[in-house]
């Protein structure tokens, strides 16, 4: 998406139609995970940086610096927020600083990605793109098992009170 943004792409449309049905199924599974509020929170969050990201793709493409600092800005306070914001919904489950981290860190890797991009890098462009996509790999497998323990936490304990696991006796 944001190299079709970064150049005027007609194939912009498509990949942001695409990135549009990702953030509902990632924002299907937290409802699962976490209940309709706090994926709705989530969900503001991510669209949030989704769109921060697009602005910041056509700041770098017009060579806006002001805007490219504006945004930045910006994104530096959304990605610090998701950490804070999972470890909550997770009773404290996810490590808040760890994801802080990670979110951040991704950040960097697609604003390196974009001025590589936009500046004819494409090495560079693409080398960031996998480190970034390996990193949010990562990153994604430490969440999901967080996730899957607090999940964990709120379910029942025990089999189901029917004698003892063995069959009930008559009443004859």
Do not use: C
């Amino acid at each position: 998406v944001i190299r079709a943004g970064a150049n005027g792409s007609p194939e912009f449309g498509a990949a942001a139609a695409a990135l549009d049905d990702n953030t509902t199924e990632v924002t299907r599974a937290m409802r699962t995970l976490l209940g309709p509020q706090r994926a709705a929170r989530f969900n503001g969050r991510w669209v949030r940086h989704i769109d921060l990201l697009m602005q910041y793709t056509v700041a770098v493409a017009e060579d806006d610096v002001a805007e490219r600092t504006r945004l930045q800005r910006k994104l530096d306070a959304t990605m610090r927020s998701f950490g804070p914001a999972l470890a909550r919904a997770t009773n404290g489950r996810v490590a808040p600083r760890m994801m802080r981290t990670a979110m951040t860190t991704h950040q960097y890797q697609m604003l390196d990605q974009i001025s590589a991009f936009v500046t004819t890098d494409y090495e560079r462009a693409h080398e960031t793109a996998y480190d970034a996509y390996v990193h949010m790999n990562g990153a994604a497998t430490r969440l999901g098992r967080s996730l899957g323990a607090a999940v964990r936490d709120g379910l029942p304990r025990g089999g189901a009170a029917t004698g003892g696991g063995g069959m009930a006796l008559s009443s004859s």
